[in-house]
C-alpha cells in the first residue's frame, strides 16, 4: 500500500495523521521548508476547541499543550469590518498624536531664553517668530500665522511678548466658548484687543437676536462685531431698513435671518452713502456695489428657499 494509500485509511476511519507513529507520519507526511510554509497568509481564526487534533492550514498538527483548536475561515466582511477599524485606530493615533505635537511646539515657544524677562527676547524678528509660531501651534496656516502676528505686532508692541499673548488667547477662548477663536484672529487680529467682560455683553446681545447656535457663527464670520462702537441691536434695526428699502417686502424676522446668513451685512450696507439719502424710499439692488449685491442676493435667496 503507498503512503498516500495508508494516509486515506486512516482518514476514512477517523484516526487522525498527527497522533499516528512518527515513522508512518514521516512516509505519509512530506517535510515542507519553513520558508514555504509560512509564506503565504490564510484567513483562519480560532472557533472553538476540540479534543481532536484537526491540522491547521499551515500545516501544524495543534498546541504544543494537547489542546487542538478548530480553525474556520474568516469572511470577507468581517475582515473588511477588521481593515475598517484598524483605519478608523490609525486616525484616532494620528489626531492624538497631532495635538501633542501642537502642545509641545507650543509650550517650547512659551518657555524665554535664559537672561530675558517675560516673553521677550528683545530681538524683533525672533519674538514675531516666537509670537508666529505660537499661533501656528493653535491650527492656523503659516501664512495666517505670519500675516497675524505682523498685524498684531504693528497694532502695539506689548503683544510681542509671547506669553503675555498666549495668556490673552486662553482666557478669550474660555470667555467665547464653542466659537473659533483661532479662525476669529486670523480673519481680524483687533480681536485680541478686546475687553473680555465687552466681548461678553455683545455674545449676549447676539444670542438675544440669532439665538445661541447661529449666534456664534455670525460672530465667526463677522469679528468686527466684538469691538464696533454701535449697539448690535442697534446695528440689527439699521441694517434691517436697509434692506427693506431694497426688497419692500420683507419682514423683520426674514430680514434678520439673511443677517445671519451673510452678518458682515451689517456693516457693508449702513456705511453705503445711498441709504444716508433719507428722501429715497425705494433703492434699486443694481444700484449697490457688486459684492454687496452677491451677498444681499444671497441672504435672501437663502431665507425665501
Known amino acids: 500500500m503507498t503512503s498516500a494509500a495508508v494516509g486515506r485509511a486512516m482518514s476514512a476511519v ?6 499516528a ?27 472553538a476547541s476540540s479534543g481532536d487534533a484537526s491540522p491547521s492550514p499551515d500545516g501544524d498538527a495543534g498546541n504544543t499543550d494537547g489542546k487542538n483548536e478548530v480553525y474556520t475561515r474568516v469572511s470577507d466582511a468581517e475582515l473588511r469590518a477588521a481593515i475598517e477599524e484598524c483605519r478608523e485606530l490609525l486616525e484616532e493615533a494620528t489626531r492624538m498624536a497631532g495635538e501633542q505635537a501642537r502642545a509641545e511646539l507650543a509650550a517650547s515657544f512659551l518657555r524665554a531664553p535664559e537672561g530675558t524677562e517675560g516673553g521677550m527676547t528683545g530681538n524683533l524678528a525672533v519674538d514675531m517668530a516666537r509670537v508666529q509660531l505660537f499661533f501656528q501651534s493653535k ?7 505670519e500675516s497675524t502676528s505682523r498685524t498684531l505686532v504693528e497694532l502695539d508692541s506689548i503683544y510681542e511678548d ?15 466658548p464653542e466659537v ?16 473680555l467682560a465687552g466681548a461678553v455683553d455683545r455674545m449676549l446681545d447676539l444670542f438675544a437676536v440669532f439665538g445661541p447656535e447661529k449666534g456664534r457663527r455670525v460672530l465667526a464670520e463677522a469679528p468686527r462685531l466684538l469691538y464696533c462702537e454701535e449697539d ?8 434691517t431698513a436697509c434692506i427693506k428699502r431694497v426688497y419692500p417686502r420683507e419682514t423683520d424676522e426674514s430680514c434678520v435671518y439673511a443677517l445671519g446668513e451673510e452678518p458682515n451685512l451689517l456693516f457693508d450696507l449702513p456705511d453705503l452713502k445711498i441709504f444716508k439719502e433719507e428722501n429715497r424710499k425705494g433703492i434699486d439692488i443694481a444700484e449697490l456695489p457688486m459684492q454687496v449685491q452677491e ?5 435672501t435667496r437663502q431665507e425665501n428657499e
Request: glycine share 6%; proline share 6%; hydrophobic share 45%.
Open 295 to 299: 451677498c444681499l442676493v444671497y441672504a
Open 14 to 19: 477517523g484516526v487522525s495523521t498527527s497522533r
Open 21 to 47: 507513529d512518527p515513522a508512518l507520519c514521516a512516509r505519509t507526511s512530506p517535510r515542507v521548508p519553513v520558508g514555504q510554509r509560512h509564506g503565504v497568509v490564510s484567513r483562519w481564526r480560532v472557533g
Open 162 to 176: 509671547v506669553e503675555l499673548l498666549a495668556v490673552k488667547f486662553d482666557r478669550l477662548s474660555k470667555t467665547l
Open 180 to 195: 473659533d477663536v483661532k479662525a476669529m484672529v486670523a480673519a481680524d487680529p483687533n480681536v485680541m484687543t478686546v475687553s
Open 232 to 239: 448690535i441691536r442697534e446695528k440689527v434695526a439699521k441694517t
Open 139 to 145: 491650527g492656523m496656516r503659516p501664512w495666517e500665522a
